[in-house]
């Protein structure tokens, strides 16, 4: 056996231990390249990739160096006595490959990858390997496959209530916490609404950052049905249930290699939908072409896998197309758009009017789903309990629920990005703008990110601000605003 000692290295979610190259018990002498093994101690195996090192003040004879994902996995102090074996290659990986040659995989062979995944044998490169394969390649059946192999046999179930619903946005548009104001909407109208949400560090921003500056997003299950029976409604973090592991590890992977699939995305939003116990789910989609769905030709696809898979899991599903050409709002970043929603749900005057109308538009399919509602009636509902604030009163009762934060301050260095001449915005890049508030640190910052003041159509004499670049931190901010002066993200035309 040989003493623990925690290396403190982060290596990106993958684990790594270190042995020495003289080590007592493991014989290293014939290692040329990292190799996986087995350490056992703790409740669960931890598989690792091998490192082996000849100096003595990293690791002696006697010891495993683990890094810090290995350290913080295996639970146990510095100096306890593990054992450490050679690890064999999962056999999944023998359906990675076959999926990599273009072979269609079965519903069992998923469950297998899937499995692996979350007992931690996979590791980056296989993650990476399974990733890469489905994105080349993956029929409707086996989009189905992968979101029931995702939740296999770890669903929320809500016995008491018929329907339980929930919005997801297929792909990313900058500022629109839609799905948000959405869940305040319906549970003021007293239809269940349990909106899962995923922080994205390596891509981009979305609901979860902006719900972070209201409320603690990391409540359990337990407080997740007491919330749906008192308040009919909870925004969470889905990365906190246990059917959620191996998902978070593909999405992550995937956004790590820049990996923009629908077929990949559908499966990881239906998993999740399934996963949380979901009975009916509206499906927005965005089209632009920044979007992950480039043209309305592109939606028709979607919605046909989208509505395949939601059958193969039992979920009422109905998808609605909406446009993913600009920002929806004006605040990219945590705080700025936590003030975009405040603004809304007080039915403030200066508040977003394309962001409103897009969440009183998915608001209403979501209330349309109550049988006693008739059809167009949604809308109406939606729009009264915005107008009659009872939508920011049942926002406020599910904030002080899942408890309230402290709130942030915007950040305190800024620059104005002024118009190069005159004009009409013609277009705007989301990929740009929101490049440039990740820059200034919105991220890690709650404070930091974009003000838009301009949207497209608009009309702008040279030198009106077009937006406010705020951040936290020096470095990030001069960044920032140099990314902003060589390449604005407007295009002004006449």
Known sequence: MLYLKHIPIQSFSDTTVFIHKDCTVYKVDDIKTLTRVEVHGADKPLYAFLSVVDDENIVSVDEIGVNDEAFFKLGLPEGALVTVLQSEVPSSLDNVAKKSQGYILNSNEYISIVNDITSGKYLNADIAAFVTAFCSFATVNEVAYLAQALSFGNKLYWDKENIVTDIHTLGYVPAD?????????VAAYGLPILKSVTLNPLAYLGPAHAMQVFANID??????????KENKGAVFNYETLKCAQAAIKIRNMSRYLNLKNENLEIALMMAQTYGCGISHLVVDVPVGPQALVKTIKDSVTVRKTVEFVAKELGITV?????DGREPIGYGIGALLEAKDIIKILKAKDNASSDLTEKALFIASKIIEFDPKVKGGDGYIIAKEMLESLRALETFDNIVNAQGKLQSADLGTLTRDVLAPNSGEVKS????VLTHIAITAGALSNAGSGVLLMKKNSDKVAKGDVLYRIYSNNSADFALATSIAENTNGFEIGR
Do not use: H
Request: aromatic share 0%; hydrophobic share 55%.
């Open 177 to 185: 916490n839609t799905d948000i104001i959405v869940t305040a909407i």
């Open 219 to 228: 409540i359990d299950d337990i407080l997740m049905a007491q919330m749906i």
């Open 318 to 322: 109905d998808v609605a197309v909406t």
């Open 428 to 431: 705007m890049s989301n990929r």
